[in-house]
């Protein structure tokens, strides 16, 4: 018998297999349909960033089967419904409604549809029918709008992980949403938008573990808490940048292993305890509000693979626990106060593979430890005062250095040529080098250097392009004090990015620059003293700035360059014309030319669509008019052609482009009237007006001056500290922007000076030097923000408008040399702000106004004006009346029975009785040349105000 089972044997395993799957419950055929609709409500797109398989599309196109065996399905085995469904990173297109096959699956306890694309839209009400779900997943999968308030029925949620990128979805009421999900372990409402203050009832869910609230827009004070839940592991209410409180000085019983608390607003100091969180392997404060020294004992937090501290405002030194944190592979400290020495026992943090240190206060010597992290591929120590040598050629898997802005040397070792096979950035800025460190001439995996601010003499070695010919893509050398190139031409054909600005460069080998690196995209030498004819431009550049040179000759060559975004060739002594190939270069953002000796007429030709944002081609010898075709580059803010020869009619044509920030004319030969009765003008952005020095006539343009609305709001200091325009570098520079401030000469208080960056307040007007006439408009005293005015050397008449005083701000005034006449306002001695004012050379009469600003000018801003009296003018008003103080803002006139009289009255009555009151107090008061004055001058008021002629003068006056 025993034989005989044996024999059998194969064959009764065979039949219970078959028993036992026979038994097994198939996918039930509603379910099945279910699935079956849902996956035809979605297409499938491969080209998502975030597809990894599209598992649907191994489910049978006619359904048949059992769906328990589909990829992403999951089925209790006992009743073969479908219990779990996982989709994520399926590549899903579409939307999902609200009546939506999926919320027939009613026996779902996990869910899973992250990272998919549902296209905006929003997620649907229905969720919360699913009443046995334990885990819903619908992360990162572009949903849009309010989450759904049904899903807080879900009580048996353990996990929920709602998380967006974008912050595309609301939560107006967390409170209400989470008070019902008491069984949470996981909650991750990352980038959902909430702005209310932090959910207190977060802290009652004792069975978290992990808590992610990252940039939800919370604020008000972190509840101290939240710290203090038994079962957390992961904290992370990063980037809440209103979210204030500390870290509590506690005993830390729970099992944190991330805390995560960056980009808040939490100060304080770090508590000692934390030393106590024996299991934290992640810490962020990044970019907070803490200060302090870092405690000693976080050396205990032996478990810690990830320390970021940067942008606080930590102090003193932290070789006294860092040496300890033997598993740390990413550490910043970068961007706070620290100083002291750094650890001597860096060797210890053999896992380390990234390390800033960057602005900071350290002033001391690098320890040789550091150069034994074998493992390190990250270093940045810039930015601070360390001395030392550096020792690279143990690094091998280093692939970016920073050390700028040090006091450093570098040994030279043979070996180096097999050790640093994976650098790739080398920035030494001002690193008080003296000559090019060797082991560049090694690397062949190079993309970026930059050695500006140095003290590198001599030329430029050969050796340095050598083993970088394969893939250098950036090599800066600014600053430094090179004469020429040596040994031949560069070549490096992979270079797509180069700086050599602000050194002392003369020469280039065989001035082929667009020979030697035809890939070169990004191309710096401003500031050298190059003494050569222009070279070419690579043909592929699209930044080439080699301003600030002595170079001479014609700018054709510029013409191989058609992909050209911004182009810098000023401050050199180029000739010739300028070419009609720039018009065509339908990319290019920023042009200046300046400070050359160009000649002939700027083209005629910008194209619809012209991108230009900024021309610069002041102090050139150019001619004839400003092409209209300028009209084309609506993107244009700053256009600036002073001191050259060109003639024309003032261009109102320009006020098309309404993005204009700064027109600069000066010094040119245009001339006529700026309007006429048909000007319409719409220059609603312009900051600065310049078009002294030239030949225009006619009366003030008032309609002109209207049209300035950005100088009719006082702007605030703290708005955009300089003008600038932005541009965003094409092709392998994608992710580079140029920032380009505005660089002009403009007359201030008298001097002309030259700002290379002006600031976003500077509101100014220039139209001196013209032959403008009539009266300056009452209007001007709208432009409330303005900086400066200068009227000066111009025919204008009549009287200075008291509406200046309107303009609260003003810096500079200055209105000589006119035929202005009457008198000075005395609302200007409210301009507490005036630091230079002119109107000296005009027909002015009566007192200058005291008070303020007006007794620091001295007698040339008051010049040759016969009728002026009063300090600081040798002559003294004499006449009865002419210091009469006048109202402080007489701007709108009152009707001739207004309270003007009774206002005046009051004053003399306050006199009068102040003057009795004195007398009685001191008695026999002996009567001085000012008590005389005073006494006289009170009696003299009492007979005005008795006729009514008198009071019709000194109306009168105060009108003017």
């Not at 089925?75 to 479908?82: F, L, R, S």
Request: net charge neutral.
């Amino acid at each position: 018998m025993a034989s005989l089972l044996y024999a059998l044997r194969p064959w009764i395993v065979l039949l219970l297999m078959i028993h036992t799957s026979l038994a097994k419950p198939l996918c039930h055929p509603d379910e099945s349909s279910a699935l079956m609709e849902f996956k035809r409500s979605f297409r499938i797109d491969t080209d998502q960033i975030r597809c990894v398989y599209p598992k649907v599309e191994s489910w049978p196109q006619d359904g048949h089967g059992d769906c328990c065996s589909w990829d992403g399905v999951e089925c209790n085995e006992a009743n073969g419904h479908v219990t779990g469904l996982d989709l994520s990173s399926s590549c899903l297109f579409g939307i999902i409604t609200s009546n939506t096959s999926l919320f027939r699956l009613l026996h779902l306890e996990s869910l899973n549809l992250a990272l998919n694309d549902f296209n905006s839209s929003s997620i649907p009400y229905g969720f919360g029918g699913l009443s046995r779900l334990r885990y819903l997943n619908l992360s990162i999968s572009e949903f849009s709008g309010k989450v759904p308030a049904d899903i807080s029925r879900l009580s048996r949620l353990i996990s929920l992980d709602l998380s967006s990128e974008w912050a595309s979805l609301e939560m107006p009421n967390v409170e209400n949403f989470v008070q019902n999900l008491t069984m949470l372990r996981e909650l991750d409402l990352s980038s959902i938008t909430m702005a209310s203050p932090f959910p207190h009832v977060l802290a009652n869910l004792s069975s978290l573990k992990s808590l992610k609230l990252s940039k939800c827009g919370l604020h008000g004070v972190l509840p101290v808490s939240i710290f203090q839940l038994p079962r957390l592991e992961v904290l992370d209410i990063s980037y809440n940048g209103k979210l204030s409180g500390f870290i509590p000085e506690q005993q830390w019983g729970n099992p944190l292993k991330s805390l995560s608390l960056g980009g808040t607003i939490l100060s304080g100091s770090l508590p000692s305890s934390l030393s106590n969180l024996s299991q934290l392997a992640y810490l962020d404060l990044q970019r907070s509000k803490f200060m302090g020294q870092i405690p000693a004992s976080l050396a205990n937090l032996t478990q810690l693979s990830y320390l970021d501290l940067s942008v606080n405002n930590f102090t003193g030194d932290i070789s006294h626990w860092l040496g300890n944190l033997a598993r740390l592979n990413y550490l910043d400290l970068s961007d706070n106060q620290l100083s002291g020495q750094l650890p001597s026992s860096f060797e210890n943090l053999t896992q380390l593979v990234r390390l800033n240190l960057s602005f900071n206060n350290w002033q001391c010597e690098i320890p040789n430890s550091l150069w034994e992290l074998k493992g390190l591929g990250y270093l940045d120590l810039g930015r601070n005062n360390f001395s030392g040598t550096v020792d690279l050629h143990k690094l091998k898997n280093l692939e970016s250095l920073l050390l700028d802005f040090n006091n450093i040397s570098f040994v030279s070792k043979p070996e180096i040529n097999a050790t640093l096979p994976k650098l790739s950035t080398v920035s030494l800025v001002s690193c008080n080098l003296r000559e090019f460190p060797r082991f560049l001439g090694y690397l062949k995996g190079l993309e970026w250097v930059d050695l500006s601010n140095n003290k590198i003499g001599g030329s430029v070695p050969s050796w340095m392009w050598n083993g970088s010919r394969e893939t250098l893509m950036d090599m800066g050398l600014s600053h430094n004090y090179l004469t020429d190139f040596e040994n031949g031409h560069i070549n490096l054909p992979m270079l797509t990015y180069m700086d050599l600005s602000h050194n002392l460069l003369t020469s280039f080998v065989n001035n082929q620059i667009n020979q030697s690196l035809p890939m070169l995209t990004y191309l710096d030498i401003s500031s050298n003293s190059l003494k050569t004819a222009l070279p070419s431009p690579p043909p592929l550049a699209v930044y080439y700035n080699i301003s600030n040179n002595f170079l001479f000759g014609e700018i054709q060559s510029i013409c191989r360059a058609r992909s050209l975004v911004i182009l810098d060739l000023s401050i050199n002594r180029l000739n010739g014309g300028i070419p009609s190939c720039l018009g065509n270069m339908v990319s290019l953002s920023i042009l200046n030319l300046g400070e050359n000796k160009l000649e002939g007429m700027i083209h005629h030709d910008y194209p619809k669509g012209c991108a230009l944002k900024i021309i610069d081609l002041t102090n050139n010898r150019l001619q004839g008019p400003i092409p209209r075709s300028l009209a084309n580059c609506s993107m244009l803010e700053y256009l600036n052609l002073g001191y050259n020869q060109m003639h024309d009619r003032f261009p109102s044509w320009l006020s098309k482009l309404t993005k204009l920030k700064a027109i600069i004319l000066k010094s040119n030969k245009f001339h006529g009237p700026v309007e006429t009765h048909q000007n319409q003008f719409n220059f609603s952005n312009l900051h600065i007006l310049d078009l002294s020095n030239n030949g225009f006539n006619g009366v003030l343009p008032s309609k002109l001056l209207q049209s300035f609305h950005a100088m009719k709001v006082i702007v605030s200091q703290d708005q955009l500290e300089y003008i600038h325009t932005s541009q965003r570098l094409p092709q392998s520079l994608d992710t580079a922007i140029a920032i380009v401030a505005y660089d002009m000469k403009l007359m201030n208080k008298g001097t002309e000076r030259e700002y290379s960056k002006v600031p976003y307040a500077l509101m100014g007007i220039d139209l001196s030097n013209n032959k403008f006439e009539g009266c300056i408009p009452d209007l001007v005293g709208d432009l409330k923000s303005l900086i400066s005015l200068n009227l000066s050397n111009n025919i204008l008449t009549g009287s200075i408008p008291p509406s200046i005083a309107n303009l609260t701000v003003l810096e500079s005034l200055d209105l000589s040399r006119n035929k202005l006449s009457g008198e000075i306002p005395q609302q200007l001695a409210q301009l507490t702000f005036l630091s230079s004012f002119d109107v000296s050379h005009n027909q002015l009469s009566g007192p200058i106004p005291r008070g303020s600003q007006f007794n620091t000018f001295g007698t040339s801003s008051f010049a040759m004006n016969e009728g002026l009296c009063g300090s600081p003018l040798p002559k003294k008003c004499t006449a009865v009346g002419d210091n009469i103080p006048l109202p402080p803002s007489p701007l709108k006139e009152e009707n001739d029975n207004d309270s003007i009289f009774d206002l005046d009255w009051k004053v003399v009555l306050i006199g009068a009785g102040a003057g009795f009151f004195i007398g009685v107090v001191l008695g026999n008061l002996i009567i001085d040349e000012k008590s005389r004055w005073f006494l006289y001058y009170s009696k003299m008021m009492a007979k005005r105000w008795k006729t009514p002629r008198r009071h019709r003068i000194i109306r009168s006056r105060a009108r003017n």
